[in-house]
C-alpha cells in the first residue's frame, strides 16, 4: 500500500475579493520511502498541498475536496483530535525559514520534550534521551549542552537540523518538507540534502519535497511532479521528466537554470508572470507565457499518460522529434 | 549583568538630580507660599521672622543646595501644613495608594488577559466584537463620571458596597493594610474597579493584538505540526511570546497608577497619595509638592528597572549588557 495517495485535491481560499483556487485538482502518490519533488514557482499551490496533507490550512482557506489517504485512510474530514494524533507522529513537517520555526523564548529541549510526550506517555526523562539521541542523529554536536540552548544561540542550518530532529523524533512515515533548504547557503544546503537522504532510507520515511529547485530534486527525488497555478502540469520519474520534459513549462523551467547556459549569452527566462488565481481565463493557465499556444489551448488539457509513466497536461506537448 | 546595574544606577543618580531642578524650579515659579500660611493681619516683624524660619529669604540655587543637602541625607523638607517631615506624610499614606493600585492591576490582569486572549483567538466572533466594542468604552469614559456612576448604582442604589474611606483596616509589616479585612476589601473594590477600567481595556488591546499577530508566525504552526494540543501550543508558545508587551506597559501603567490615582482617590475619599497631592497643591504646601515628585520619579526608575529584569526571564534573547 502507498504511504501517501492524494486524489483529486482541492483547496480554496475564501477571501473578500473572491475565491482563489490554490490547488484545483492534484493527484499523486507515493510509496514506502520514496521521494516526490513538488515542484513549482512561488504562488503556484505547492506549500498549500504541503500544509493540506497535514491539515493545516488556515481560514479563510480549505480542504473543499478530493481525498488524502495516508496508509489507506482519508485524512479530509478527520476530526480535528484524530489529525493531531498523526501530526508530528506519523507526519512530520519541515518548514522553509528555519530562524522562524522554532519558538524564539523556549529552549530547544522543551520544544522537543513536549513534542514526545504530545504523542506518548513516557517519562520526562526518557523523552529528553529520545530529545538528545535525535539531535545527535541529525548531526548536532554535544547534543546534551545544545538541548539547554535557546533557539537564538543556533546558526540557521542548526536550527534546521533542530527542525528535522524534531521531525524524525516519532520516526514518522512521511515528512513533508516546504523548501527546507532555500534560506541556507549552499555548503548547509548539501549537508542537510545528504543527511536526510540517509534518514529517509535507513528509517523507510517517504518524502514529499517542496522545493523550486530543480537540481535539489534531480539529486534527492525519485519522482517529480511539476505544479502550475494549482495543478499539476508533468508529472514522472525525475530523470526522465528533467531530460526530456514534455511541458514547455518544465521545459522553461528546466532552461532558466542559469548554469545551463553558454557564456555571454543572455539568461534565458521564462516571459511574463505567474497568473493571478483570482481571475483565471478557461483553459490552460500557461497559455499567455507559452510560445506554442494557439486556440486549442482555450479548453482544459487533461493530465495524459503521454508515455509510460509521464503525465502531462497539454495540448503540444514536446513529445518525439517535436521536443 | 552586575555591571549592567551599576550603569543603570548611575543613570538613576543623574534622572534623580535633573529632575529635582527641574521640580524644585517648577515649584518655585508657582506662587507664594507666605501669602496663604501667614494671617493678612500679621506685622512686618512676623513676616520676616516666618520667611527666615522657611528658610525662603535666601537666594534660589542657595535654597536648591540647602534642599539637595538635607535629600541627600534622606529629608526632604517639613511641610508647612503639617509641620512634619514631608516624606514621612507620603509614606503614611503610601501603603493606601498602593493597594489601591495593585488591587486595581490585578483586577485588570484577571480580567483584560482572558478577554483580550478570547478577541485574539476568535477575532469573528460576536463575543470578541463586544468586548472591544466594551474595550473602546473603558477607554473613553472618564474615570470622574464612571467613579460617580458606580457609587451611585452600587452605594446609593443598591446599597451593597461602602463608597467612602479604608473600612477597618489589619496590620501587617508594621502598616495599616484595608485587604486583609472583609470590609477593608469591601471599600477597596469600587476604586480599584474604577481605576482598572482603563487598563482592563489596554490589557485587552495588548493582548489581542499580540494574540493575533503571534497566531500567524511560523513557529505557531510548527508547534501545531508536531502535534501539540491547541492548550499547549495557545498557552505555552503563544501565551509567553504576547507577554513581553504586556508587562512593559502594565510596568509603566503601574507607576502612572501610583501616581496619578488623583481622581479616584478623590471621588471615593480614600486617603491616599494622591488626595495629599491636591490638597498640598491647594495650599502651597512645597516641600510635599516637592517630595512628593521626586519619590514619584525614584519609584518610575525603580519599575522600569523591575521590568527590563523580568524582560530576561520571559526573553532568552534579551541580555543586560554593561553598554545597554
Given at each position: 500500500?502507498?504511504t501517501?495517495?492524494v486524489?483529486?485535491?482541492?483547496?480554496?481560499?475564501?477571501t473578500?475579493?473572491?475565491?482563489v483556487?490554490?490547488v484545483d485538482?492534484v493527484?499523486?502518490?507515493?510509496g514506502r520511502?520514496k521521494?516526490l519533488?513538488?515542484?513549482?514557482?512561488?504562488?503556484?499551490?505547492?506549500?498549500?498541498?504541503?500544509f493540506?496533507?497535514?491539515g493545516?490550512?488556515?481560514?479563510p482557506g480549505r480542504?473543499v475536496s478530493?481525498?488524502?489517504?495516508?496508509k489507506?485512510?482519508?485524512?479530509v474530514?478527520l476530526?480535528?483530535?484524530e489529525?493531531?494524533?498523526?501530526?508530528g507522529n506519523r507526519i512530520?513537517?519541515?518548514?522553509?525559514?528555519?530562524?522562524m520555526t522554532?519558538?524564539?523564548?523556549l529552549?530547544?529541549d522543551?520544544?522537543?520534550?513536549?513534542?514526545?510526550?504530545?504523542?506518548?506517555?513516557?517519562?520526562?526523562e526518557?523523552a529528553r534521551?529520545r530529545?538528545r539521541?535525535?539531535?545527535?542523529m541529525?548531526?548536532?554536536p554535544?547534543?546534551?549542552e545544545r538541548l539547554?540552548?535557546?533557539?537564538?544561540?543556533?546558526s540557521?542550518g542548526?536550527?534546521?537540523?533542530?527542525a528535522?530532529?524534531?521531525?524524525l523524533?516519532?520516526?514518522?512515515?512521511?515528512?513533508?518538507?516546504?523548501?527546507?533548504?532555500t534560506?541556507?547557503?549552499?555548503?548547509?544546503?548539501?549537508?542537510i540534502?545528504?543527511?536526510?537522504?540517509?534518514?529517509?532510507?535507513?528509517?523507510?520515511t517517504?518524502?514529499?519535497w517542496?522545493?523550486h529547485?530543480?537540481s535539489?530534486?534531480?539529486?534527492?527525488?525519485d519522482e517529480i511532479?511539476v505544479m502550475?497555478?494549482?495543478?499539476?502540469v508533468?508529472?514522472?520519474?525525475v530523470?526522465?521528466?528533467?531530460?526530456?520534459?514534455?511541458h514547455?513549462?518544465?521545459?522553461?523551467?528546466i532552461?532558466?537554470?542559469?548554469?545551463?547556459n553558454?557564456r555571454?549569452?543572455?539568461?534565458?527566462q521564462?516571459?511574463?508572470m505567474?497568473?493571478s488565481l483570482?481571475?483565471?481565463a478557461?483553459?490552460?493557465?500557461?497559455?499567455?507565457?507559452?510560445?506554442?499556444?494557439?486556440?486549442?489551448?482555450d479548453?482544459?488539457?487533461n493530465?495524459?499518460?503521454?508515455s509510460?509513466?509521464r503525465?502531462?497536461r497539454?495540448?503540444?506537448?514536446?513529445?518525439?522529434a517535436?521536443a | 549583568m552586575?555591571?549592567?546595574?551599576?550603569?543603570?544606577?548611575?543613570?538613576?543618580g543623574?534622572?534623580?538630580?535633573?529632575?529635582?531642578?527641574l521640580v524644585f524650579?517648577g515649584?518655585?515659579a508657582?506662587?507664594?507660599?507666605?501669602?496663604?500660611?501667614i494671617?493678612?493681619?500679621?506685622?512686618?516683624e512676623?513676616?520676616?521672622?516666618?520667611?527666615?524660619?522657611?528658610?525662603?529669604d535666601l537666594?534660589?540655587?542657595?535654597?536648591?543646595?540647602?534642599f539637595?543637602?538635607r535629600a541627600l541625607q534622606g529629608d526632604?523638607g517639613?511641610?508647612?501644613?503639617f509641620?512634619e517631615?514631608?516624606?514621612?506624610?507620603?509614606?503614611?499614606?503610601?501603603?493606601?495608594?498602593?493597594?489601591?493600585a495593585f488591587g486595581?492591576m490585578?483586577?485588570?490582569v484577571?480580567?483584560?488577559?482572558p478577554?483580550?486572549l478570547?478577541?485574539?483567538l476568535?477575532p469573528?466572533g460576536?463575543?470578541?466584537?463586544t468586548i472591544m466594542?466594551?474595550s473602546?468604552?473603558?477607554?473613553?469614559l472618564p474615570?470622574f463620571?464612571v467613579?460617580?456612576?458606580?457609587?451611585?448604582?452600587?452605594?446609593?442604589?443598591?446599597?451593597?458596597?461602602p463608597?467612602?474611606?479604608?473600612?477597618?483596616?489589619?496590620?501587617?509589616?508594621g502598616i495599616?493594610?484595608?485587604f486583609l479585612?472583609?470590609?477593608?476589601?469591601?471599600h477597596?473594590?469600587?476604586?480599584a474597579?474604577?481605576?482598572?477600567l482603563?487598563?482592563?481595556?489596554?490589557?485587552?488591546r495588548?493582548?489581542?493584538?499580540?494574540?493575533r499577530?503571534t497566531?500567524?508566525?511560523?513557529y505557531?504552526?510548527?508547534?501545531?505540526?508536531?502535534?501539540?494540543?491547541?492548550f499547549?501550543?495557545?498557552?505555552v508558545?503563544?501565551?509567553k511570546?504576547?507577554m513581553i508587551?504586556?508587562?512593559t506597559?502594565?510596568?509603566?501603567?503601574?507607576?502612572g497608577?501610583?501616581?496619578?490615582?488623583?481622581?479616584?482617590?478623590?471621588?471615593?475619599a480614600?486617603?491616599?497619595?494622591?488626595?495629599?497631592?491636591?490638597d498640598?497643591?491647594?495650599v502651597?504646601?512645597?516641600p510635599?509638592?516637592?517630595?512628593?515628585?521626586?519619590?514619584i520619579v525614584?519609584?518610575?526608575?525603580?519599575?522600569?528597572?523591575?521590568v527590563?529584569l523580568?524582560?530576561t526571564?520571559?526573553?532568552?534573547r534579551v541580555?543586560?549588557?554593561?553598554k545597554a
Amino acid at each position: 500500500m502507498n504511504t501517501l495517495e492524494v486524489k483529486n485535491l482541492c483547496t480554496h481560499f475564501f477571501t473578500r475579493a473572491g475565491v482563489v483556487k490554490a490547488v484545483d485538482g492534484v493527484s499523486f502518490s507515493i510509496g514506502r520511502g520514496k521521494v516526490l519533488g513538488l515542484v513549482g514557482e512561488s504562488g503556484s499551490g505547492k506549500s498549500v498541498t504541503g500544509f493540506s496533507i497535514l491539515g493545516l490550512v488556515d481560514p479563510p482557506g480549505r480542504v473543499v475536496s478530493g481525498e488524502i489517504l495516508y496508509k489507506g485512510k482519508n485524512l479530509v474530514g478527520l476530526p480535528e483530535e484524530e489529525l493531531r494524533r498523526l501530526r508530528g507522529n506519523r507526519i512530520a513537517m519541515i518548514f522553509q525559514d528555519p530562524m522562524m520555526t522554532l519558538n524564539p523564548v523556549l529552549r530547544v529541549d522543551t520544544q522537543m520534550i513536549e513534542t514526545v510526550l504530545a504523542h506518548e506517555k513516557v517519562s520526562r526523562e526518557e523523552a529528553r534521551q529520545r530529545s538528545r539521541d535525535a539531535l545527535g542523529m541529525v548531526g548536532i554536536p554535544s547534543p546534551d549542552e545544545r538541548l539547554k540552548s535557546y533557539p537564538h544561540q543556533f546558526s540557521g542550518g542548526m536550527r534546521q537540523r533542530v527542525a528535522i530532529a524534531i521531525a524524525l523524533l516519532h520516526r514518522p512515515d512521511l515528512i513533508v518538507a516546504d523548501e527546507p533548504t532555500t534560506a541556507l547557503d549552499v555548503t548547509i544546503q548539501g549537508q542537510i540534502l545528504a543527511e536526510v537522504q540517509k534518514l529517509a532510507q535507513n528509517l523507510g520515511t517517504s518524502l514529499v519535497w517542496i522545493t523550486h529547485d530543480l537540481s535539489v530534486v534531480a539529486g534527492l527525488a525519485d519522482e517529480i511532479a511539476v505544479m502550475y497555478a494549482g495543478r499539476v502540469v508533468e508529472q514522472g520519474e525525475v530523470n526522465a521528466v528533467l531530460d526530456a520534459p514534455y511541458h514547455p513549462y518544465t521545459h522553461g523551467l528546466i532552461g532558466s537554470v542559469p548554469s545551463r547556459n553558454k557564456r555571454g549569452e543572455p539568461l534565458r527566462q521564462i516571459p511574463g508572470m505567474t497568473p493571478s488565481l483570482l481571475s483565471l481565463a478557461p483553459g490552460c493557465a500557461f497559455k499567455t507565457r507559452c510560445n506554442r499556444a494557439d486556440a486549442a489551448c482555450d479548453v482544459m488539457p487533461n493530465l495524459d499518460e503521454l508515455s509510460p509513466g509521464r503525465f502531462a497536461r497539454c495540448v503540444h506537448p514536446h513529445v518525439g522529434a517535436e521536443a | 549583568m552586575a555591571l549592567y546595574l551599576i550603569r543603570r544606577l548611575m543613570q538613576s543618580g543623574f534622572v534623580l538630580i535633573a529632575m529635582s531642578l527641574l521640580v524644585f524650579l517648577g515649584v518655585y515659579a508657582v506662587g507664594d507660599p507666605v501669602e496663604i500660611l501667614i494671617s493678612p493681619d500679621a506685622d512686618q516683624e512676623e513676616r520676616e521672622r516666618a520667611v527666615r524660619a522657611l528658610g525662603l529669604d535666601l537666594p534660589l540655587w542657595h535654597q536648591y543646595l540647602v534642599f539637595l543637602g538635607r535629600a541627600l541625607q534622606g529629608d526632604l523638607g517639613r511641610s508647612f501644613v503639617f509641620n512634619e517631615p514631608a516624606i514621612q506624610l507620603i509614606l503614611q499614606r503610601m501603603p493606601a495608594t498602593l493597594e489601591l493600585a495593585f488591587g486595581a492591576m490585578f483586577i485588570s490582569v484577571l480580567i483584560g488577559l482572558p478577554l483580550g486572549l478570547y478577541a485574539g483567538l476568535r477575532p469573528d466572533g460576536r463575543l470578541s466584537k463586544t468586548i472591544m466594542a466594551g474595550s473602546i468604552l473603558g477607554f473613553s469614559l472618564p474615570s470622574f463620571w464612571v467613579g460617580l456612576m458606580l457609587i451611585m448604582l452600587f452605594a446609593v442604589q443598591l446599597g451593597w458596597l461602602p463608597s467612602t474611606g479604608r473600612g477597618e483596616t489589619a496590620m501587617l509589616f508594621g502598616i495599616r493594610w484595608s485587604f486583609l479585612t472583609g470590609d477593608g476589601l469591601a471599600h477597596i473594590l469600587l476604586p480599584a474597579i474604577n481605576l482598572s477600567l482603563f487598563k482592563i481595556s489596554l490589557v485587552i488591546r495588548l493582548t489581542r493584538a499580540g494574540v493575533r499577530e503571534t497566531m500567524l508566525m511560523d513557529y505557531v504552526k510548527f508547534a501545531r505540526a508536531k502535534g501539540l494540543t491547541p492548550f499547549r501550543v495557545t498557552f505555552v508558545h503563544v501565551f509567553k511570546n504576547i507577554m513581553i508587551p504586556v508587562v512593559t506597559v502594565l510596568g509603566l501603567e503601574l507607576g502612572g497608577t501610583i501616581a496619578f490615582s488623583v481622581v479616584t482617590e478623590s471621588v471615593f475619599a480614600w486617603p491616599g497619595m494622591g488626595k495629599l497631592i491636591i490638597d498640598s497643591i491647594n495650599v502651597l504646601d512645597r516641600p510635599v509638592i516637592v517630595a512628593y515628585l521626586m519619590m514619584i520619579v525614584l519609584m518610575f526608575i525603580v519599575i522600569n528597572l523591575l521590568v527590563d529584569l523580568v524582560y530576561t526571564l520571559l526573553d532568552p534573547r534579551v541580555r543586560l549588557e554593561g553598554k545597554a
